[in-house]
């Protein structure tokens, strides 16, 4: 008896991987009708929890991963699971599968499939499912499964909720311009917002400056953020940040970064910031006096200036000026910018000029004035003696009485009044003179002046004068000297007479009073004669009688002088020193380019003025002391020191009084090493240049240098190791046979005594560093897989981190290359040792024969050191070759149902075919062949002439050491294919005119398929002419612009046609007219944006192409082979990884039957002796499920657990 009923649907959302599966019809014996009846009808029972637990593995999935749930029942309930879900949003749950075990692991499903999103395995009362690419839209959804007590009611777990992680995409910032204009100390507001995504995302605000080379700086204050949440329960979050600026800020960048769990997305922009803060202080007027009042003089032609200025600010300030109606210049340096006015003085007054100032974009104003004050010379003076007002003449008094005089006159700025009185001009800075006891008559001159010192221009100088004549009568004055026999000699002034050695003279003795005076001159007459010898001194005494008018006669008050004279002579010997020497003359040593000091002395009387010595190559220096900072070659010989003084007579012509000395200077030196180091012995050895020596080991050479004399002569030399157990006193040193030890620097010196004049011995040292690279083969000292260091052969298990390591002795460092089975996988130039490191070693990437080389200029051939590296793991699926669960063909022809694995050890294979009473082992026949390969790395059941009974689902266990997996294989009959799923258009594709469409293609049916695309205006009754196409999308164009459409696809094979999918709709976007520039350039800035994600799209879409494999079967190529393989098998490298978007042919070749390594790099291939009858296939056991497009990348290389 059977029951024939409609299988549930499992899931009717467009979700990949996930597959919409109705209409199914299922057939099972009497024996599952129980089963059946608990999956479908039993909904009425009591509800038991607790004694069924649901696990998941994970409590957040990122979107496209999988999903493990483990159902595990207690040991009363009956050993069956059923699984079922409650889809967010839904009010009811459905069931999904029923699973009961048989036997010992083996499962039984109800539907006989697994829907397509699900692979389950069994084990006594636990039954595990992986969910498979998660998408969003399963956010929310609620599993939990179900069996059944002894007493027949329904026990139910716990509801496991799943929560799926969606990476943010991108961050955007406002103000989005370049450039923000901020006042300083005022706030600004910064806005970034993220994409969409879940959780919600984390952003952090930073500052940098570019010009200033600082790192980011992360901004923590002043944030506020809110979140928005979209109908598919994404989150955006929308962080503020109101920011306190200050002029250190200007120049910064600020910007944004995010992340909700994946890697961290900076904002698109940076705006710079662009602080405005107030100038450091008002106006400055520049160049005032202290008082700050600017003078001009009254009719001057000079032009006239005032400059103002004004520091800091950001803009600078701008500067006016109102004084005069003048001209202005203005000008800027960093920081200050000044503005200057210019004018002409005339005959304008006094006034005032004002210089304003005023910022930009601020309500900064300042003002800074200075007066303006006119000059003038002052009027003749108008001066009064008593009662009389007088300007000039003669005025009388007597000797001994008061005399009082008061003048003035008009002037700016007042003037000053300066009285010159006789007999010696003496002056008298007053307006008024007051001579209480008068006693110098003559004439009496009053000088007015002013000093008009004008802000620009020269000081101009006013004045006006008076004369006054006075008479006086007096006795005797103070006597005069003169030299010479008469008055009409010079006067010797303050009675102090310099004469030069030797010299004969006169002087004459004079004073003046009413009447003349009589004289007594020492002894003798009014005149002194004599020859100048020694410095002394001589007095003169005169007296007369008075006679005043109106007075009685008075003898005349006795007067008397002192004269002094001062003899002159000039320089004597000169003594000079040297350190601790002193010396008139004759040799003196000296150190080349050392300082050089000498101080020369002689006594003369006034005392030597000037010190001049004369150098050997002609030069001239001046002073006691000669000081020569760095004495040369050029400078020695002899040296002249010259020492003058001048004698100045009192009267007569000045003479100059010279002595000098010569001494002869001696340069002392040490000894020089001259360039190009001497090398004697094997070719081998060789100059870099003089400071470095390249050698090989085993080498024999002398090294030497030619050395110049110093001064003196006689030369020691020294070879000496830096490191110590090396010396010679030889110019030349010798290596015999040198070794790699005996690389270092090494000294050579050469030396003499040098004795300088007044100072201590010295040695005379010259010295250069030579280094010994002694340089040989490069020898492999280590070459280990960590830890197992020593092994040549190591075996680790799956996940071990990997890490080989080769070390070298070697000079020069050698070029190290390490191979995995020939192919090189890391090379480095110059290094000592290399480290080979991976975090993971997997079966797939990692399994080899690993070898190290190691090779520097002096080996013949690379020195090399080798491992084979094994990792121990179960038996998997291979990832290099493209595999299908699902296998056509057409009765009496002729098929294979293959799998490739990688596993190690190697395993074992048991092929089965699911009957009426379960899987049953294969047996072979004439018709039916089962060949494993000679690596035991491949198997087949090869099938031919087809029967009706060989259609059905097969299973192969692949086993070793480390486990086993059993893969199901379903053999069908070819049909027509099934509709296309997930119809769409691309969004950022619409323009106004075409639009991409796209879709995922379903089962082929086992037959190559096409797509017939068909779309019309909504509007439209009649549809398009269908257009043909092989791959997964199209571009439609000639659309008219704004317009809404409908497309619909189906697909068709050699059998037959699917049926229609579901039509969708867009609408065309609409051409708008710019009107401004501003919109023209978002316009074309659009528009390319649009154009590029089409390109992207489109290029996106194209990669995947349909191609023939052997069996004229289409094969879909993808890129997103690759994207799997990232992300299932962490090692494998990019650049290396085989992609079949990448190659023209199959990924199995029949003809070599190979199978392509994980590294394309590599040029060897582990190569498999020929399988009967095998045919290319897409059949593997990576999917349980009736319903699989062999032609989409979601299908490739993800394994099951």
Known sequence: MEVKRMAMYTDRRNVTPCQTHHGITFTFKMKHVFYAYLLGFAVGYHVAFGQVTLTPNTTMQAEYSSLQLRCTLQPHMEDVAVWRRRSFGAATEINILFIAIRGADQCDYDPPTPPSFMSCSCRSREYTCIIKGLTRDQDGDQWRCRSTNPDGQQVFSTNVTLHILIQISSVTISPSSDTVRVVENSDQTFTCKTSWGKPAATVTWYKSSEIMGSSEVAITTGIVSSQSIHQDRTIQVTSTLTYTASRTDNGYRVFCDATNGGVAVQSTTRPQLDILYLPSDGPVIQALPGAGVYKMIRGSSTQQRLTCSVTGGYPLPTLSWNCYDGTHNGSTQGDIVSLTVYWTADMNVDSTCTCTAFQSGSTWTRNKSVSVTVLYSPSRPSCSVGSATVTNGTVRVIRGKKFDISCSAIANPSPTYIWTTPPDGNTVNNPELSVPNIQTGGTYSLSVRNIMEPTTGEIEYGFANSTFNIDILESPSVPIFYYGTSSSGTVIPNNHLDVIIGTQFSVTCVATGNPSPTYTWSGISQTWSTTAQTNLTKTCSVVNTLNQTGYNIEPGTRQENQLNLTVMFPPGVIECTVGSSRFTSGLVNVLRNKAFNIRCDSTSFPAPYNYTWTLPNGGIRMGPELRVNSIQAVLTSQYRVTVNNIMVPSVGQATTGTNSTILDIQLLYPPGIQSGIRIQGDSTTSRVNDSYISTVENSTFTLSFDVMPGYPAATIYTWVRRSGGISTNNQA??????????????????????????????????????????????????????????????????????????????????????????????????????????PSSSCENDVGEYTCLSQNELNPSADKRTLRYYVLCTPRLSPFIQHSANVTGSLHSSADISVTMIAYPAPTYTWQKLNDSGWKEIETSSRVSIVTSVDRLQSNVSISDIQEADFGSYRVIAKNSQGEIPIVLYFQVSSEPEPVRNLQFIEGSLTENSAVIMWSPGFDGGNPQTFLVLFKRRADNEWSAPMETTVANITLTGLQPGTDYQVKVLAENSIGSSEHSEPISFTTLIIEKPNNAALIGGAIGGVIGAALILVVVVLGVRKCRQVKDSANKSVCETTHTNTVYNRDYDELSQSHAIRLADTNTSVYDPATKTYELLDASQSDKNTYASLAKHQPSKSAGLYENTHTDAGTAEYMNLRIA
């Open 733 to 838: 040193i010798t290596f015999t046979r040198i070794t790699r030890a005996k690389a270092d620097y090494y000294n050579f010196t050469a030396l003499n005594h040098m004795k300088p004049t007044g100072f201590a011995l010295e040695n005379g040292t010259t010295s250069i560093d030579v280094y010994i690279n002694v340089k040989y083969r490069s020898a492999i000292t280590a070459f280990y897989a960590n830890p197992a260091q020593g092994n040549i052969t190591v075996e680790v298990s799956e996940g071990t981190p990997l890490k080989l390591t080769c070390v070298t002795d070697s000079n020069p460092w050698p070029d190290i290359a390490l191979t995995r089975n020939g192919v090189v996988v890391q090379e480095n130039a110059s290094v000592r040792q290399i480290e080979y490191n991976k």
